[in-house]
C-alpha cells in the first residue's frame, strides 16, 4: 500500500517561502503526474498547480508567478517552492499524484495526509 506524506509545511512571515516536498512509501515505477491542492478553513479544496504527464503545468491563477510545481525522484516525488506567501495562502495543502508500479502499468492517483501553511501577516 503505498502512501503520500507531505512535508515542509509550517509557519512563515508574509513574504517568506516556502517548499512543499511529497514523498511517496513503498515501491513505485515511475509518476506519471503530480498536484497539489489546497483547502483553507470553510472553504472547498481548491487545485493550487499541477504538472501532467505530458510535463505540461497549470497553476491557479492566485499563486501565478509566485509557485513553481516540480517533479523529483521514485522516492521524494515531486516539490512546490512557494514565494511571497501572504495570508491568503493559509490552507493545508495535499500532494495529489498519479503512479505506476511497474512499466507500462495503469496509473493510480492517491491523496497526502495534507500539510499545514501558515502565513502571518
Known amino acids: 500500500q503505498v502512501q503520500l506524506v507531505e512535508s515542509g509545511g509550517g509557519l512563515v512571515q508574509a513574504g517568506g517561502s516556502l517548499r512543499l516536498s511529497c514523498a511517496a512509501s513503498?515501491?513505485?515505477?515511475?509518476?506519471?503526474?503530480i498536484a497539489w491542492y489546497r483547502q483553507a478553513p470553510r472553504k472547498q479544496r481548491e487545485l493550487v498547480a499541477r504538472?501532467?504527464?505530458?510535463?505540461?503545468?497549470e497553476y491557479a491563477d492566485a499563486v501565478k508567478g509566485r509557485f513553481t510545481i516540480s517533479r523529483g525522484d521514485e522516492q521524494t516525488i515531486g516539490f512546490l517552492q512557494m514565494m511571497n506567501l501572504q495570508p491568503e495562502d493559509i490552507a493545508k495543502y495535499y500532494c495529489?499524484?498519479?503512479?505506476?508500479?511497474?512499466?507500462?502499468?495503469?496509473?493510480?492517483?492517491?491523496w497526502g495526509q495534507g500539510t499545514q501553511v501558515t502565513v502571518s501577516s
Open positions: 495529489y499524484a498519479g503512479l505506476r508500479f511497474r512499466s507500462g502499468g495503469l496509473t493510480y492517483h492517491y
Open positions: 513503498g515501491s513505485i515505477f515511475s509518476v506519471n503526474d
Open positions: 504538472l501532467d504527464g505530458d510535463n505540461t503545468t
